[in-house]
T-cell receptor, first 113, second 117 residues
Framework: GDSVTQMEGPVTLSEEAFLTINCTYT??????LFWYVQYPGEGLQLLLK?????DKGSNKGFEATYRKETTSFHLEKGSVQVSDSAVYFC????????????FGQGTRLTINP | GAVVSQHPSWVICKSGTSVKIECRSL??????MFWYRQFPKQSLMLMAT?????????EQGVEKDKFLINHASLTLSTLTVTSAHPEDSSFYIC?????????????FGPGTRLTVL
């Protein structure tokens, strides 16, 4: 079945550091790819998405590019802030049927001032 | 943006009792709602998919007689954990699929933490 693998956390960085969180996937067909963020005490929020190969999703300074050849969707940000501290989930959706989401295990990110 | 609420946000119950969790889409109609379970420091695992007015579709390994799902309207779905036991303690999260969205983006509730004593 479909699956998503993320780099294990926790990840701790200093403010203004460069961030990469790796995500690779296994899927039949052509899934859509997502990054969700979960801030402490809150529900998951969609951070960005890409629906086809070579698409780049971006939001709040974060970017991820849908790489079909490497089956990857790595999350990057050039300069992180303390407010970026959260848990980040990579996910995929089979665009057929009920759009079920398959999540990676999540990566906890802590940014120190 | 679209808002999904869950009630209660946390609940503690005795073993053997039943607990109902509500999931509401506040400002949009949801064609489909999803129920997830999240264990500490682990990912979300889809439990079931519910469509308004029809029976829920459960994922493999999820007991449908234990986790009763009702999706009576386009804005409300409920999950009832029947005869709860300590191993049912977990964080339950719902999401709603916006009917009007061309992509069917899912919006997530804040979750309900269930503790069974």
């Amino acid at each position: 079945g479909d699956s998503v693998t993320q780099m294990e956390g926790p990840v701790t960085l200093s403010e203004e550091a460069f961030l990469t969180i790796n995500c690779t996937y296994t899927a039949t067909g052509y899934p859509s790819l997502f990054w969700y963020v979960q801030y402490p005490g809150e529900g998951l929020q969609l951070l960005l998405k890409a629906t086809k190969a070579d698409d780049k999703g971006s939001n709040k300074g974060f970017e991820a590019t849908y790489r079909k050849e490497t089956t990857s969707f790595h999350l990057e940000k050039g300069s992180v802030q303390v407010s970026d501290s959260a848990v980040y989930f990579c996910a995929l959706s089979d665009r057929q049927g009920a759009q079920k989401l398959v999540f990676g295990q999540g990566t906890r990110l802590t940014i120190n001032p | 943006g679209a808002v999904v609420s869950q009630h209660p946000s946390w609940v503690i119950c005795k073993s053997g009792t039943s607990v109902k969790i509500e999931c509401r889409s506040l400002d949009f109609q949801a064609t489909t709602m999803f129920w997830y379970r999240q264990f500490p420091k682990q990912s979300l695992m889809l439990m079931a998919t519910s469509n308004e007015g029809s029976k829920a579709t459960y994922e493999q390994g999820v007991e449908k007689d234990k986790f009763l799902i009702n999706h009576a309207s386009l804005t409300l779905s409920t999950l009832t954990v029947t005869s709860a036991h300590p191993e049912d303690s977990s964080f339950y999260i719902c999401s709603a699929d916006e009917r009007a969205s061309s992509y069917n983006e899912q919006f997530f509730g804040p979750g309900t933490r269930l503790t069974v004593l």
